[in-house]
Every structure is written in structure tokens, then in C-alpha cells.
Nanobody, 121 residues
Framework: QVQLVESGGGLVQAGGSLRLACAASGSIFKINGMSWHRQGPGLQRGLVAAIGSEGNTDYIDSVRGRFTISRDNAKNSVYLQMNNLKPEDTAVYYC???????????????WGRGTQVTVSA
């Protein structure tokens, strides 16, 4: 089966940096869009950054200029470089992919289980 696995989370001080990675594995035919989402305490999951199959990107205002999303199609992976981290960035970060499996004509939603990012003041 297809799985998405995040890595790179951890504890950093405000102003520090982290690089998150997400690798999709399994019987994958093609991945369209990929994105990063996060869920802070008491909040629902929300979009952070998204990247299309051709590399077009979108960011929410609070992370624009600090975070950079990228992907490696050959590795079925997406990355999130996070610089100048702030305490309000503390959340569980989730990877998403709009993905078609081998021998399937349709695209479906796939989610990773998340990785914790904690930013101390």
C-alpha cells in the first residue's frame, strides 16, 4: 500500500531552522499536488504550503518568506525548509499528496501521520 512518512521534526529555539521531509512509497503511478499542513493545540489541521506537479508554490501569509516548499518527483518526496521559526509555528506537521496508484485511473488523498515541531521562546 501507499504510505507517506514525514521526518525532520524536533525542538528548536525561536529563530532557528528545521527541514522537514516527506517520502511517499508503495505502488505509486503519479503524484499531482503535494502540500504541508499543521495542527496546533486546540486547532484543526490547516494548510501551510503547497506545491504543484510543475513546481508552482503557494504559502499562507504567516510563513511566506520564512518557509520554502520543494519536491523531488524522482523520489516522490516533498520538503519544507523552515527558517526563522517562531513559537507560533509549534504544531504537528502533516504531509499530503494527491496521488494515483499503479493500475488506477483516479487520484486520491493520502496523508502522513505527522511530525512534531516545537519552537521555544
Amino acid at each position: 500500500q501507499v504510505q507517506l512518512v514525514e521526518s525532520g521534526g524536533g525542538l528548536v529555539q525561536a529563530g532557528g531552522s528545521l527541514r522537514l521531509a516527506c517520502a511517499a512509497s508503495g505502488s505509486i503511478f503519479k503524484i499531482n499536488g503535494m502540500s504541508w499542513h499543521r495542527q496546533g493545540p486546540g486547532l484543526q489541521r490547516g494548510l501551510v504550503a503547497a506545491i504543484g506537479s510543475e513546481g508552482n508554490t503557494d504559502y499562507i501569509d504567516s510563513v511566506r518568506g520564512r518557509f520554502t516548499i520543494s519536491r523531488d518527483n524522482a523520489k516522490n518526496s516533498v520538503y519544507l525548509q523552515m527558517n526563522n521559526l517562531k513559537p507560533e509555528d509549534t504544531a504537528v506537521y502533516y504531509c499530503y499528496a494527491d496521488l494515483a496508484r499503479q493500475n488506477d485511473y483516479s487520484y486520491d488523498d493520502y496523508w502522513g501521520r505527522g511530525t512534531q515541531v516545537t519552537v521555544s521562546a
